[in-house]
Each structure stands twice: as C-alpha cells, then as structure tokens.
C-alpha cells in the first residue's frame, strides 16, 4: 500500500492511501475491464455515495503496476467517516474486479486535491 499526503482537514487525520485489493501479480492478467464491469463499478459507487460522485479508472499497462487497475472516487459531499465509507466501498468491488490487482482511493470535499491526484484525473478516464 502506497502512503500519500494526509488529510489535515479532520477525520483524526485519516491517511489518504491508494487501498489495494488482492489479486494477481503485476502483469500476472492483461484483461482489461469491460463495459458490464465499468457499469457495476458505477452502480456500486451511485449507491454509496449518490450519482454525482466522480469515477476515474486507469488501468496500468506497463511499469511495475502493469496489470493493476486504479480507480479514484470522488465524492461531491463530505463522509462523515472516510474509513468505514472506504472499507464498505472495497468489499463491494471484490467481485467486479475479481482476479484483478487494483488500487482504490477515496476522496471527499474536506481533502485537499495534490498534484499527483490532478495528474491521475488528467490521465485516467472518468465514468
């Protein structure tokens, strides 16, 4: 699990971390995640968190994380515990990214974007 900046903003200084999900090793699965997947990731993130919440998915392709899907949601309204919305958001997603190595981070309003966040939403695609 990859440490990033921590949220100075509440939340007893929740860490804001990449959360990884088990699945194959790097470049164990070139599969690409397809349109039935995508939508079940979006249906799941409506349900959590509203239909406005933001979905970015970047699916890695080379490099160290090649094989390994990062998805970063962003929601429009403050969590009141980032914690359990995160854990509640990783058990659902066990099964449309089963066999996959992915990465999940969870935004809200109280976080403030860094610039690798920018970079990644300018990279990934949104849904």
Do not use: N
Not at 55 to 73: L, P, W, Y
Not at 77 to 90: G, M
Not at 108 to 116: A, G, I, R, S
């Amino acid at each position: 699990m990859v440490t990033k900046p921590t949220d100075s903003k509440g939340q007893g200084s929740l860490p804001d971390v990449w959360q990884t999900l088990a699945g194959p090793l790097a470049g164990g699965s070139s599969r690409r995640l397809g349109q039935a997947e995508i939508r079940q990731v979006r249906q799941i993130v409506s349900a959590l968190f509203g239909p406005d919440a933001r979905i970015f998915i970047r699916e890695k392709t080379s490099g160290e994380d090649a094989g390994t899907v990062h998805i970063m949601v962003m929601c429009a309204r403050a969590l009141h515990d980032r914690h359990v919305a995160r854990t509640a958001l990783i058990e659902r997603f066990r099964d449309p990214l089963e066999g996959r190595r992915s990465r999940v981070l969870l935004l809200d309003p109280t976080v403030t974007p860094t610039e690798e966040h920018k970079r990644f939403r300018f990279a990934a695609m949104e849904y």
